[in-house]
């Protein structure tokens, strides 16, 4: 962490340091969460925790600056457990080991978690540091925002004093967001059955590796590979012809990032076992063509496992892979109102077979309602064809955007006169917890902003070291500059 120490603005690095320090995956935020109270209750700040977890800080108004209009500052406690394959990490025990690699900060072989720790430590930066000067403060941190907005859906009415509240969970320095996407989980669960594999049979495992994943919305557009859907689309293609059968199945491990691995085990004749390995070749020559320019790195392997259990019946293989393989995924359809915007997506996060079922996790966006409904509905008849048990659940709501907001109006007005540039003003398509602020707190004038951050969700994921000040700057300009009630 001595890489951190030697960062500007100090005081937030220091934070993100221990932040780092302490494991806070989804379900995991409470000894973070213990220590920011603690914390907090040594600098003497009030400090309170609702049923849901979430934490509230307060902080009086700098002298002189009482009349303005109260801010909360909010970022979420949890981050994305995400791992490369090679990397021996327990995210619930282990901390995560941040580096510096020239402008840019990473972890080893994991996610980093900046998303959003580089936003809760800007906020507990703002209550730590004396010089910067604010109205009426608080500090909201949020619940288990990663894996289904806990906390955001939580949130008590009555409990906030804040009139603004500047969202921290942006991740594109130089833009500023007025809306979000909403989102909400689809389960498809096929029931299946399995029986002995035949007599001189191999049983190898199949791995599609080396793909970059990432945000299962903002980085969607991108068109990166899932790794669920090419293995999938490779058996659909020759399990016939190598009378494959199918053992096991997985890929991916959360439904709101895109799967850059895929491993499946397979049962073959022995004399068709280099047949197999011949048709991996080929298929990795097309993956190579089609996705090379974004996954440059995909593999396909074939070993021996010693893997044992039944396989799938042929009409079981069969409507797994079809369903698996018919599912969309990606970019429904752009945004006809925001320009350059995806308006409606899916992503496939996860795909395990069980014992005796099947199970497809889809996580749908959509700026508008109707977007979610129409993939739902999509989703429940392709489950209908293949006999499937379906089901949605989790909807929140997105965060529409606000032309007269008098918050974003002032934030692109310091914007310009800090950096001499305005920012651009946008809608994302990763979801947000302002959307679900509106119910509780409907008066609040919103804004979300931060720091460059690519790869979120993934291994890769890193955060531009030059552009976190830039952040701080902007953030604490606009607090000085909050108007009178």
Not at 27 to 54: K, S
Request: hydrophobic fraction near 40%.
């Amino acid at each position: 962490m001595s890489e951190l120490s030697q960062l500007s603005p100090q005081p937030l690095w220091d934070f993100f340091a221990k932040i780092c320090s302490i494991p806070h995956p989804s379900y995991h935020e409470e000894a973070l969460a213990t220590y920011i109270v603690e914390w907090a209750n040594e600098q003497q700040l009030w400090c309170e925790r609702d049923a849901t977890g979430n934490i509230l800080i307060r902080k009086p108004a700098t002298t002189g600056m009482e009349n303005r209009k109260p801010v909360a500052l909010q970022a979420h406690l949890d981050m994305v457990p995400q791992k490369n394959n090679a990397t021996e990490h327990d995210f619930a025990r282990d901390p995560i080991q941040p580096w510096v690699d020239g402008e840019w900060l990473k972890a080893r072989g994991t996610t980093l978690g900046a998303d959003n720790g580089i936003g809760m430590a800007s906020a507990l930066a703002v209550l730590a540091d004396e010089q910067v000067e604010h109205g009426p403060l608080e500090v909201l941190l949020t619940m288990t925002e990663e894996a289904g907005m806990e906390g955001a859906f939580g949130l008590q009415p009555n409990w906030l004093q804040a009139e603004i509240l500047i969202n921290t969970d942006s991740e594109e320095e130089g833009e500023v967001y007025m809306g979000c996407a909403g989102g909400i989980d689809f389960l498809s669960e096929l029931t299946i059955q399995r029986e002995a594999i035949p007599a001189n049979y191999q049983i190898l495992e199949v791995s599609l590796k080396g793909l970059r994943g990432g945000h299962s919305g903002a980085d969607i557009h991108l068109g990166l590979g899932n790794a669920t859907k090419l293995l999938a689309r490779f058996f659909a293609e020759f399990r016939d012809h190598l009378e494959l059968r199918l053992v096991d199945f997985k890929g991916g491990n959360l439904r709101n990032a895109i799967p850059r691995e895929a491993n499946a085990v397979v049962a073959i004749a022995a004399e068709h076992a280099p047949r197999l390995k011949q048709a991996l070749n080929e298929y990795l020559v097309v993956l190579q063509n089609e996705v090379a320019p974004k996954d440059k790195n995909v593999t396909l392997e074939v070993q021996p496992t010693s893997h044992t259990g039944q396989a799938l019946t042929v009409e079981s293989r069969d409507r797994f892979i079809n369903l698996l393989n018919a599912t969309p995924n990606g970019v429904i359809r752009n945004s006809d109102v925001a320009p350059g915007v995806v308006e409606t997506s899916l992503n496939i996060g996860i795909v395990a077979l069980e014992e005796d079922q099947a199970k497809i996790y889809c996580l749908i966006r959509s700026l508008i309602d109707s977007g979610k409904d129409y993939v739902v509905s999509m989703l429940h008849s392709l489950g209908s064809l293949a006999n499937a048990k379906t089901q949605a659940s989790g909807s929140y709501p997105g965060w529409q955007p606000d032309a007269d907001s008098a918050i974003m109006a002032l934030t692109r007005e310091i914007y310009l006169d800090l950096f001499g540039k305005k920012p651009n003003i946008q809608v994302i398509h990763a979801g947000l917890e302002c959307g679900l602020f509106r119910k509780p707190y409907p008066q609040l004038d919103m804004v979300s902003i931060g720091p460059t951050i690519t790869g979120p969700h993934s291994p890769d994921e890193q955060v531009h070291i030059g552009s976190v000040a830039l952040y701080w700057q902007l953030l604490t300009t606009l607090l000085k500059a909050v108007p009178t009630k």
